[in-house]
């Protein structure tokens, strides 16, 4: 039967069978060293040290695994909830996310995937660290894996207020994070954020102003709903935005009278 050598650590991620075989996906890029021991009935018959060189894993994917922060509009007093969401995750253990957050805005609450588990808050030199750093062996999920839901202080000027995020590498036993080590597979960060903006029918990029940059990123919206809109704001006839919403929108900039006050 094949043991692991008393003070001897593998790399984490890894286990020892009793036949000599090892499992499981290693967490870390690192070089390791570790004895294993071979038992028979008499005891300890055999003992070798095995070297063992990590690399960080490449994919080969052509999307990069990436975590995207949503781009969200909300006037001063309001509350706005923004997404990180995951896309192109292969699965890997444990995640930490360290978190900038503008000081026109105050975090009210969060919330994790519920298939997360052992989900940790931390804040540390003016940062919050929002991690999974347990048992949740294969982080895999696509799509929202956290929200968090901020006021908009009554003084924030308007204007957009970038979110930004890191991703930090850990052991899992430390909390926020221990940056001596190197996670195999990092993740790409999209910051996003809030506009904060006063509200004005027909101003679908929340500067203030209808014009026709606002018909051009309703035009983009259309063909690409990935792009970023203020909804509410160009929703001109509370029956949802269309086609039709940017004709609307198209007459009124050309001088035409609408039955929609803007």
């Known amino acids: 039967m094949w043991t692991l050598a008393v003070g001897s650590k593998l790399p984490p991620g890894l286990s020892l069978?009793?036949?000599g075989t090892l499992s499981g996906v290693p967490l870390f890029a690192d070089e390791y060293k570790f004895i294993v021991t071979a038992n028979g009935e008499t005891g300890i018959v055999a003992a070798q040290e095995i070297s063992m060189t990590i690399n960080a894993r490449q994919t080969s994917n052509a999307i990069a695994p990436t975590v995207v922060i949503s781009k969200m509009f909300a006037a001063r007093n309001e509350e706005v909830t923004v997404q990180f969401r995951v896309y192109n995750n292969p699965g890997f253990s444990n995640m930490v996310l360290r978190v900038d957050i503008p000081e026109d805005l105050t975090l009210l609450r969060y919330e994790s995937h519920p298939l997360l588990r052992d989900f940790e808050y931390g804040s540390e030199n003016g940062s919050e660290f929002f991690g999974w750093i347990g048992s949740t062996e294969n982080f895999a999920v696509q799509g929202a894996v956290l929200a968090m839901t901020f006021a908009v202080n009554t003084d924030a000027e308007n204007g957009f207020k970038e979110i930004s995020a890191a991703f930090e590498s850990h052991l899992g036993k430390e909390f926020p994070?221990?940056?001596n080590r190197n996670?195999?597979?990092?993740f790409e960060i999209a910051n996003g954020g809030v506009f904060v903006r006063e509200f004005m029918r027909g101003d679908a990029d929340g500067d203030g102003r209808v014009t026709s940059a606002d018909a051009t990123l309703l035009a983009r919206w259309l063909i690409d709903s990935t792009t970023v809109i203020d909804l509410d704001a160009a929703d001109l006839t509370g029956k949802g935005?269309?086609?039709?919403?940017l004709s609307l929108l198209a007459r009124w900039l050309v001088g035409h009278d609408i039955s929609v006050h803007l």
Not at 183 to 186: G, M
Request: proline letters at 0%; glycine letters at 6%; a negative charge.
């Open 17 to 19: 069978h009793a036949d």
């Open 177 to 179: 994070f221990d940056e």
């Open 183 to 186: 996670e195999l597979l990092d």
């Open 241 to 245: 935005v269309g086609l039709f919403t």
